[in-house]
């Protein structure tokens, strides 16, 4: 079965179809911006166009860039308050007629990870923490997703959040150096290993494919590595989700 992997960002919607019996990309990677606004109205016909762009008709897996519980927002993350509350799965099917399995951006990064890339040979408790607009998480015990770790969420000083202060996005918005911007994620990281205390954490998001610029301002004791799927974990992780939700 092939599937429509769909990752919504903060700053782009990309999609393709995956082929799930190889876990690869059928097609090139498609990137339709995100509404500026980033409500539900606009997201949704940027959904629909990704879909149209494909003539996909069959399930599409979405990774959502918030909490996602049984398909509804509990969030609003970085998109706009109007979707808290909103059943997701279903605005998706009724605007664009199909099935539709949405999960947190990162729970979707690292299914995918966990089995197709990076994680495949990793045991025990895993995080996946996805940098770009914001900082996700994602979590894995045994290979079995707990879904909904917000770490970036946690506050910090004066922030709301620490993703506020560490995300990637700063280091572009504030033009930080690899060290400068290293040691500000180095400090979430020793937040969320004396916390969790986890067995392996994978670095994800757009920015590992810079792993090598920063894996040296790293400090923390937990084992650290790039994520082996890299900008592509999202689709191919959203659209695993879809494919356990319709064909088991």
Known sequence: MDIL????????????????????LKTAVHRIPTPVDRKPEGITKAVAEMVSFFDHKGPVGCGFPTIVKNGICQHEGNLDLDWVGKDVDRLFENAIGLEFSVI?????????????????????????????????????????????????????????????????????????????????????????????????????GGISNDWHKFKDHLTINVPLIPAKLRNDSGILGAALAAHLKYAG
Not at 107 to 112: E, K, N, R, S, V
Not at 132 to 156: D, H, K, V
């Open 5 to 24: 992997g769909i990752d919504i960002g903060g700053s782009s919607l990309k999609g393709a179809i995956v082929n799930m019996q190889t876990g690869s």
């Open 104 to 204: 947190n951006d990162a729970d979707a990064a690292g299914l995918a990870e966990i089995k197709f890339g990076a994680g495949q040979e990793l045991d025990g408790f895993i995080l996946m923490i996805t940098v770009g607009t914001g900082l996700g998480s994602g979590a894995y015990l045994r290979g079995e997703l707990i879904p909904n770790f917000e770490l970036g969420q946690i506050p910090y000083k004066e922030f709301e959040k620490i993703e506020q202060w560490a995300a990637s996005s700063i280091k572009t918005e504030e033009g930080l150096s690899y060290q400068e911007w290293g040691t500000r994620f180095n400090t979430f990281l020793q937040y969320v290993e004396k916390i969790l205390n986890p067995d392996t954490i994978i670095i994800g």
